[in-house]
């Protein structure tokens, strides 16, 4: 059994900065890449931001210069560092991690944490 816990989101003022965490438990042999998904009400899930195994990184054009993310396999974490928020990126935020733990490989997601953007 994979579990992952997400954290850090809130309501956040246009221009802020929030860091989301996601961390994955249970048994978990190796991890591959590690993804930050977003839905906003109304629209359909979208991927943000992606980091491999060998930590090369990729960004939808509408975050790129403003999310970074990272991850601490030490923890089996991964980050997401949000800066200069606006209005349009309030959102639920998912994690999503492809993982080979006892079960196989699985692809495991978080329980989603809501990002708010306004003043």
């Known amino acids: 059994q994979v579990q992952l816990v997400e954290s850090g989101g809130g309501l956040v003022q246009p221009g802020g900065s929030l860091r989301l965490s996601c961390a994955a438990s249970?048994?978990?042999?190796?991890?591959?890449?590690m993804k930050w998904y977003r839905q906003a009400p109304g629209k359909e899930r979208e991927l943000v931001a992606g980091i491999t195994s060998g930590e090369l990184t990729s960004y939808a054009d509408c975050v790129k210069g403003r999310f970074t993310i990272s991850r601490d396999n030490a923890k089996n974490t991964v980050y997401l560092h949000m800066s200069s928020l606006t209005p349009e990126d309030t959102a639920v935020y998912y994690c999503?991690?492809?993982?080979?733990?006892?079960?196989?490989?699985?692809?495991?997601w978080g329980q989603g944490t809501q990002v708010t953007v306004s003043s």
């Open positions: 999503n991690i492809d993982l080979r733990g006892g079960l196989g490989f699985v692809s495991a």
């Open positions: 249970g048994s978990i042999f190796s991890i591959n890449a």
